[in-house]
């Protein structure tokens, strides 16, 4: 699905010039659950933003299923984030004054999908995560946790290709996080693939494949879950 070759982005920073990525290359492929990993200022958050179209690349290609997005206008750029992408942020991101519902059905507005359509989809979604019974009620009724299922509602409302989550349980506590990951493995299970950006390695452990980076470089990339403490010692010795 994911093709990065030679991907670098550069950051100029008053005289100097600072390499977020220093010429990542990286194949993800379809239906893989994905944890990138690192510490901060690792460029672990400057990959998302590209493989999400939210940012370019300095030099290198980007290869969506064989497009190379780095070429793309800010026009094919948007549609390209709208229709291919989902998006799950750690501070939920959520409007206020909107229903869970209707926080739902927000990305479907953009997409023109009728009204009736939203509504019967934002619904579906909601019960899939577990918040059928809550589609009325706003954010600030609801516990993080439950904040959170909406956001990944939300991210899935467009069936998108791949979705990205940054840092998905760092504002929730350790149960429900846990109740998240399971979510994430819930809709892997059912093919989705998922790329999650996050320093925390209980989080990385429960995903099929870790890249760890380090200084805008990939030091390790590996496969199968493992127990967290397990990939603690392997994460230390970088």
Do not use: C, W
């Amino acid at each position: 699905m994911i093709e990065l070759r030679g991907l670098k982005k550069i950051y100029i920073m008053g005289d100097e010039m600072v390499a977020a990525l220093a010429g990542i290359d990286l194949k993800i492929e379809r239906g893989e659950f994905t944890a990138i990993i690192g510490p901060s200022g690792s460029g672990k958050s400057s990959l998302m933003n590209i493989v999400g179209g939210l940012d370019r690349p300095t030099e290198g290609q980007y290869l969506f299923e064989g497009d190379d997005i780095a070429t793309f206008d800010d026009a094919e750029l948007a549609h390209f984030r709208n229709k291919r992408i989902g998006f799950i942020f750690q501070s939920f991101q959520l409007l206020p004054r909107l229903t869970a519902a209707q926080n739902v059905e927000l990305p479907m507005v953009y997409a023109d999908v009728p009204p009736a359509e939203r509504k019967e989809r934002a619904l579906e979604l909601l019960t899939r995560v577990g918040l059928g019974e809550r589609a009325g009620h706003r954010p600030a009724q609801m516990s993080g946790g439950q904040q959170q299922r909406v956001a990944i509602a939300r991210a899935l409302a467009g069936r998108p290709d791949l979705l990205l989550a940054d840092e998905p349980t760092g504002a929730l506590d350790s149960k429900t996080g846990k109740e998240v990951l399971q979510l994430f493995q819930d809709l892997n299970d059912d093919g989705l693939t998922l790329v999650i950006v996050t320093h925390d390695l209980g989080v990385a452990a429960k995903a099929k494949r870790r890249v760890t980076f380090r200084d805008g470089f990939i030091i390790s990339d590996e496969s199968g879950v493992v127990e967290a403490h397990m990939l603690g010692a392997n994460y230390e010795t970088h």
